[in-house]
T-cell receptor, first 113, second 112 residues
Framework: GENVEQHPSTLSVQEGDSAVIKCTYS??????FPWYKQELGKGPQLIID???NVGEKKDQRIAVTLNKTAKHFSLHITETQPEDSAVYFC????????????WGAGTKLIIKP | DTAVSQTPKYLVTQMGNDKSIKCEQN?????MYWYKQDSKKFLKIMFS???????INETVPNRFSPKSPDKAHLNLHINSLELGDSAVYFC???????????FGPGTRLTVT
């Protein structure tokens, strides 16, 4: 079946450094790619998304890039802060099912002070 | 005001019992979901309702039965609970065909 692979599973960076999380999807017809942040004890929250007609999108310290040819997309967080510590999930839309996302396994981001 | 709320937040019960989790959203969304998150944080879609109609029904045991009394509510009833049902269950909602989903705070179910 279709899947989304996410790497790394855990990422530890020094406060102020950049963090990059990568995802690869298998459904070439996927056209929507969101990133969710899940803080401890809370539900996931959408932080940024990108559609297949765009290669890059930025929102302050976070950015997402999409390479449709390679079926890769990445989340970039610059100038990391302690509040960025969380689990981050990537997802891709399923082309064979309305409303449904294929989720990555999550990346635990740890910001070291 | 809480956008997507779930009750209870914690649920501890014994094997074989029947329990329900309730979800309500005040966002005016017409699509609601149930997800299961296991101990490794993997998110798995279980069900989705659009305008009170079931549109996604992934392979889950038929001990799990969702019910949507109206567009703002989606409840999950679980019969004959098993140890493997222990997880965090998230309710989510979205508007129409939008993939942007708003998640509730989760219900941590522990089956002993």
């Amino acid at each position: 079946g279709e899947n989304v692979e996410q790497h790394p599973s855990t990422l530890s960076v020094q406060e102020g450094d950049s963090a990059v999380i990568k995802c690869t999807y298998s459904d070439s017809a996927s056209n929507y790619f969101p990133w969710y942040k899940q803080e401890l004890g809370k539900g996931p929250q959408l932080i940024i998304d990108i559609r297949s007609n765009v290669g890059e999108k930025k929102d302050q310290r976070i950015a997402v890039t999409l390479n449709k040819t390679a079926k890769h997309f990445s989340l970039h967080i610059t100038e990391t802060q302690p509040e960025d510590s969380a689990v981050y999930f990537c997802a891709a839309s399923r082309s064979d099912s309305n409303y449904q996302l294929i989720w990555g396994a999550g990346t635990k981001l740890i910001i070291k002070p | 005001d809480t956008a997507v709320s779930q009750t209870p937040k914690y649920l501890v019960t014994q094997m074989g019992n029947d329990k329900s989790i309730k979800c309500e959203q005040n966002l005016g969304h017409d699509t609601m979901y149930w997800y299961k998150q296991d101990s490794k944080k993997f998110l798995k879609i279980m069900f989705s309702y659009n305008n009170k109609e079931l549109i996604i029904n992934e392979t889950v045991p038929n001990r799990f039965s969702p019910k949507s009394p109206d567009k703002a509510h989606l409840n999950l009833h679980i019969n004959s609970l098993e140890l493997g049902d222990s997880a965090v269950y998230f309710c989510a909602s979205s508007f129409g065909l939008s993939y942007e989903q708003y998640f509730g705070p989760g219900t941590r179910l522990t089956v002993t």
